[in-house]
């Protein structure tokens, strides 16, 4: 062999072990993804596991609360050492506590509800002066000056409700009031605490107080109140149970603390003939008042406040408008005027005429029996 088919022949084999240990590198490497996936498709195909209660602890079992309510009473590892009122998590099938879990660990609430400093002031409220006072007397003053309260001996409500038809101004009375005494303005929905947050809505409520405090002085509005503290005559499924659970919580909040502190609570319902009466016992939200459809003055002062910055036409009789519009809400004569100012602009006016208005009656009557239509429909 001569030198040069040598080496031909040793480059050869060179270039073939090289190949082959690529190829082998690749190999293990292929090995090891495919392993990687396997672990992967195990994990997702495992069945989920339930977040459960520990209610109680006998004769070395535990008494779980499962999801949906329903109470077991399983065997469970020792090592686990479980103390009552921990979460764990058990597998659907046999109902195994298979780990401890930590919920302690708490939920950002600030992105659940809304925290803000209303800038709404009492002169955009129309109609409603006697609310307006009884609510200063009650939230305001309290907050303002407690030592007034202390000379005199008496204590102030924790809370009030305000209960009327939709769109009468329930909302704009709370945030009017925050603003007037410079407080922290948390608004809470009863149906989504009780919705949302299944299962949590009972801790929601323990942290949006807990905010309060640290936010103090603060009022803290819970719209739509009735979704949470109805009165029920048996609490038979999961969701009642679960409201029944937020509701206890709102209670024991509101006897956690002194009438005298700088957090307090403004409810608000359309439907007060459904409420709880525990809500509104002494010592509670015990001051009630009506916030009603507005009467004719009522009508004439929020047509006031939302036509004020409009150029009326001289024909616009302001008085017969108010007559036409006898059953509207605050909401509605609102809701009249921005539709008023839309049937100017298209017809290219910056002037709204008497007809702008009457148009505009017309079609949020129209609107309002619609809607009262689906009421109807949905509520029988
Ligand atoms: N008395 C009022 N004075 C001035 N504006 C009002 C009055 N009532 C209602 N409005 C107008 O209607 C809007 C809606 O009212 P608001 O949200 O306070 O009603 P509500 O009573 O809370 O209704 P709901 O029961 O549907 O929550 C207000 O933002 C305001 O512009
Ligand atoms: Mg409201």
Redesign the pocket.
Known sequence: MTSKEKNIIDSVIYSYTSDSSVLEEENKMLKETLNKMKDELDRLKQPPLMVCEVLDLINNNAVIRIPNGNQFYVTYDHQLKLTVGESVLCDQKNLNIVKKIDTSKKFNVEKFVIVEKPT?KWE?????QHQENEIKEVIELPLKKPELFRKIGITPPKGLL?Y????????????AVAASSNSTFIEVVGSELVQKFIGEGAKLVKEIFELARKKAPTIIFI??IDSLAARRVEVGTSGEREANRTFMQLLAEIDGFKSLDDVKIIG???RKDILDPAIIRPGRLDRLIE?PT?NKE?RK??FR??SQTMCLCKDVDVENLINQMDDF???????ACTEAGYFAIRESRTEIVKKDFLNAIAKVRKEEELNKGDYLRMFG
Request: charged share 20%; hydrophobic share 35%.
């Open positions: 709404i955009s409220v129309g109609g409603l305000l009327g038809p939709p769109g009468t101004g329930k909302t704009l009375l709370a945030k719209d739509e608000a319902t359309n916030v507005p009522g002062e929020i406040i939302h809400s605050g909401a509605e004569i609102k809701a």
